[in-house]
């Protein structure tokens, strides 16, 4: 394990369970996080006039077939609520996600991905991809390239995350992972510039879509951790 890791891994052990229900209700003024509130927010939307999250990302998380909006469902309440700040601050642009950010408190965000990381949803089932693709995906994932990480030095292994602080992959839309990829290696996302901002601009356009596939087929943070 390399020393970047490891400080990742020990951070999470830090701060997973009780460290993280801390920082979260710090980060929202210590309001504890209430999932059943973040439910009817993600279903009917706020009276501030965030629209309902399930009009883009559904009620339980995954999200559709196209990949066009990520899928949430278990992913860390951490990660979660510093993406909707990282929008509404503009260190993340997006014509669509900045104005909803705004829209929430912190008191919305905090019920709101508390809600979102307690659900388990199935993964919804997909065309298989071009082997080709996928294994070249898994090259880079695993074993990296000249002068670049491997996306499992940070990802954990096939893509399984390292909560709190870093999202799983396992099963997130290939569409989706090209587009963010895409947006670090244009300057449009800023809320990783030493590591992902750096990563992305070294791989191509074929190694982008490569690890995108990779990680779409594999099912399920937990079957890739216990693989």
């Given amino acids: 394990m390399t020393f970047p890791r490891l400080l990742l891994v020990g951070a999470a052990a830090v701060l997973t369970p009780l460290g993280v229900i801390t920082l979260v209700q710090a980060q929202s003024g210590g309001h504890p996080a209430d999932a059943k509130r973040g439910a009817v927010i ?64 912190p008191d919305d965000i905090a019920d709101v991905t508390a809600y979102f990381a307690g659900v388990n949803a199935p993964f919804l089932p997909l065309k298989a991809p071009n082997a080709a693709l996928v294994k070249r995906g898994e090259e880079l994932a695993t074993a990296g390239g000249p002068d670049r990480l491997h996306c499992d030095n940070c990802h954990g292994p096939g893509g399984s995350g390292e909560p709190p602080v870093i999202p799983y992959l396992a099963g997130q839309y290939a569409h989706y992972i090209t587009f963010t990829l895409q947006m670090w290696q244009e300057g449009f996302r800023k809320n990783s510039p030493d590591a992902m901002a750096v990563i992305a601009k070294k791989l191509d356009d074929e190694e982008i879509l490569a690890v995108a596939a990779y990680y779409q087929q594999m099912s399920s943070p937990l079957e890739a951790a216990a693989k």
């Fill in 42 to 105: 993600v279903a009917q939307g706020t009276a501030a006039g965030a629209p309902p999250c399930a009009q883009c990302h559904a009620f339980n998380g995954v999200s559709d077939a196209s990949g066009a909006f990520p899928r949430l469902a278990g992913q860390s309440a951490f990660y979660l609520a510093g993406q909707l700040r990282d929008f509404a601050s503009g260190v993340r642009a997006s014509a669509l996600m900045s104005p909803i950010a705004k829209a929430l408190s």
